[in-house]
């Protein structure tokens, strides 16, 4: 069985920085590529970013481009999210996503999430 | 960046009843590979998403068979032949042809 779970919210005053992180079991890490999605509250969902399963080709939402930084750890089956310079419109849920295929084609799925607050 | 717009934003259905839902694109979806990267999700009530529909016509693992989905280009439709409870949450198409990967609004779905 997929599992992920993500870890590394809480509250957090603007201007400062967080690093999630995403725990994947159940599968063949390096197989796959992976997706973080965030979900501000009561909003619906945000593609932030994505990185294929050698990390050679990665992207992100204009939104976030400049102050995040996806990585993964293939050797601890680990995804990352670095975020900076954080705004109060970057509150909201961040979900870690497992693509279907080796690169970036769609999140077949998803961890429970974790809250990220930014404010004063 | 690809628009992606669904109809209605809320339908409120009754069990047993069929319910059809609209997802458009900005430009085509579909790739060289001769697929259409048109994926559809479920997110309940206090969960997180889940895959639906991958490649606008393929059911995910675990999913019934009264989801379908079908289209093609930049229309596409989500049907459920007969709801039941379980069905209520929002419904939301996704693209992933290209990156900035980009969401519909989301179709919120109540069972009557």
């Known amino acids: 069985e997929v599992q992920l779970v993500e870890s590394g919210g809480g509250l957090i005053e603007p201007g400062k920085s967080l690093r999630l992180s995403c725990a994947a079991s159940?599968?063949?890490?390096?197989?796959?590529?992976m997706h973080w999605v965030r979900q501000a509250p009561g909003k619906g969902l945000e593609w932030v970013s994505g990185i294929v399963w050698n990390s050679r080709s990665l992207d992100y939402a204009d939104s976030v481009k400049g102050r995040f930084t996806i990585s993964r750890d293939n050797a601890k089956n680990s995804l990352h999210l670095d975020m900076n310079s954080l705004r109060v419109e970057d509150t909201a849920v961040y979900y870690c996503?497992?693509?279907?295929?080796?690169?970036?084609?769609?999140?077949?799925?998803w961890g429970q999430g974790t809250l990220v607050t930014v404010s004063s | 960046d690809i628009v992606m717009t669904q109809s209605p934003l809320s339908l409120p259905v009754t069990p047993g009843e069929p319910a059809s839902i609209s997802c458009r694109s900005s430009?085509?979806?579909?790739?060289?590979?001769?697929?259409?990267?048109l994926h559809w999700y479920l997110q309940r009530p206090g969960h997180s998403p889940q895959l639906l529909i991958y490649l606008s016509s393929n059911r995910a693992s675990g999913i019934p068979d009264r989801f379908s989905g079908s289209g093609s280009g930049t229309d596409f439709t989500l049907q459920i032949s007969r709801v039941e409870a379980e069905d209520a949450g929002i419904y939301y198409c996704?693209?992933?042809?290209?990156?900035?990967?980009?969401f519909g609004p989301g179709t919120k779905v109540d069972i009557k």
């Open positions: 996503g497992r693509d279907y295929t080796s690169s970036l084609g769609g999140v077949d799925s």
């Open positions: 159940g599968f063949t890490f390096d197989d796959f590529a």
């Open positions: 430009q085509s979806l579909l790739h060289s590979d001769g697929y259409n990267y």
């Open positions: 996704m693209q992933g042809l290209q990156t900035p990967f980009t």
